[in-house]
């Protein structure tokens, strides 16, 4: 199982950040989030297409359905720029998978 | 403090064996999942291999089966991950991380360096 993810998304800050992760009817799967700042361990967004964890600000959200998943981040901040990964888990592997990241700059 | 704190990167040549280790604490070790997940340098995460919280069960990326072993001592809350045969694709920071039942993984440990140079 494949997921896509665009490279690169700019945005200005106070303006809204759509990083989308594609893959076959990812829909029907539970798409989680990972914020990883440089040199830092992976952190948890969004998990369940659209929960968040406690401590994880309201600007950051989550959606899916059809083809396409998509993190949403409202009023970014400076403290935003990072990559962002997507992960599902790939049942017919019994094992997850990862989208190839999307590097979020601030302008 | 609920956290994974991982050890035993280093530099070692091509062919050579290495052990990682992870300490678990502040939750229930037992309980969980726990995973392996590797980023090459520059590179995005790839998940390395899992383990069933019994210890019984295990799972590997094609990438490293046959050459990596994963264990758990529930005993001493800690996770290894035993790589044998290591070549330089193996370079790599290894995080060890919790996974959640839903499939998501809520804990994730600061990680440690391997790198496989002659």
């Known amino acids: 199982y494949v997921l896509t993810q665009p490279p690169s998304v700019s945005v200005a800050p106070g303006q809204t950040a759509r990083i989308t992760c594609g893959g076959d009817?990812?829909?029907?799967?539970?798409v989680h989030w990972y914020q990883q700042k440089p040199g830092q361990a992976p952190v948890l967004v969004v998990y369940?297409?659209?929960d968040r964890p406690s401590g994880i600000p309201e600007r950051f959200s989550g959606s899916n359905s059809g083809n396409t998943a998509t993190l949403t981040v409202t009023r970014v901040e400076v403290g935003d720029e990072a990559d962002y990964y997507c992960?599902?888990?790939?049942?017919?592997?019994?094992?997850?998978?990862f989208g190839g990241g999307t590097k979020v700059t601030v302008l | 403090e609920v956290q994974l704190l991982e050890s035993g990167g280093g530099l070692v040549q091509p062919g050579e064996s290495l052990r990682m280790s992870c300490a678990a604490s502040?939750?229930?070790?037992?309980?969980?999942?726990m995973s392996w997940v590797r980023q090459a340098p520059g590179k995005g995460l790839e998940w390395v291999s899992s383990?069933?919280?019994?210890?019984?069960?295990?799972y590997y990326a094609d990438s490293v089966k046959g050459r990596f072993t994963i264990s758990r001592d529930t005993s001493k809350n800690t996770l290894y991950l035993q790589m044998n045969s290591l070549s330089a694709e193996d370079t790599a920071v290894y995080y060890c991380?919790?996974?959640?039942?839903?499939?998501?993984?809520?804990?994730w440990g600061q990680g440690t360096l391997l790198t496989v140079s002659s």
């Open positions: 991380a919790k996974r959640d039942p839903i499939g998501h993984y809520d804990l």
């Open positions: 502040g939750f229930a070790f037992s309980s969980f999942v």
């Open positions: 383990v069933s919280p019994s210890g019984i069960s295990t």
């Open positions: 009817k990812i829909g029907s799967k539970s």
């Open positions: 369940d297409d659209r």
């Open positions: 992960q599902v888990w790939d049942s017919s592997g019994d094992r997850p998978v």
